[in-house]
């Protein structure tokens, strides 16, 4: 059983920043690539970023692409999120993932997820 904990989440004002981190029991190149979801209240998870294992190729959607950058740590079996110039609309709870197959924008591409981080930005 692999276990994805995430780190980092809290409170913001708008324009602020914040890193996330999840952690993985299992070796993060054992998986083609690791990503990062969201959930707003009343919303459905959206896909946020993604990055390969080799961290060559990184995916973004619109809303967070130069705002939003994703990292990993290999040796450290981590992935980041470093968020930055926040928004209101970014207040969700934000979970990671390890993706098994299929696409990379989509939940059902991804095996195991972590129990998430709540990031809440004040306006």
């Known amino acids: 059983q692999v276990q994805l904990v995430e780190s980092g989440g809290g409170l913001v004002q708008a324009g602020g920043s914040l890193r996330l981190s999840c952690a993985s029991s299992r070796r993060t190149m054992n998986f083609s690539a690791m990503g990062w979801f969201r959930q707003a209240p009343g919303k459905e998870r959206e896909f946020v970023a993604a990055?390969?294992?080799?961290?060559?190729?990184?995916y973004y959607t619109s809303s967070v692409r130069g705002r939003f950058t994703i990292s990993r740590d290999n040796a450290k079996d981590t992935v980041y999120l470093q968020m930055s110039n926040l928004k209101p609309e970014d207040t969700a709870v934000y979970y990671c993932a390890a993706k098994d197959s299929g696409s990379v924008y989509e939940t059902s591409g991804y095996r195991y997820w972590g129990q998430g981080t709540q990031v809440t930005v004040s306006s």
């Open positions: 990055i390969s294992w080799s961290g060559d190729n990184t």
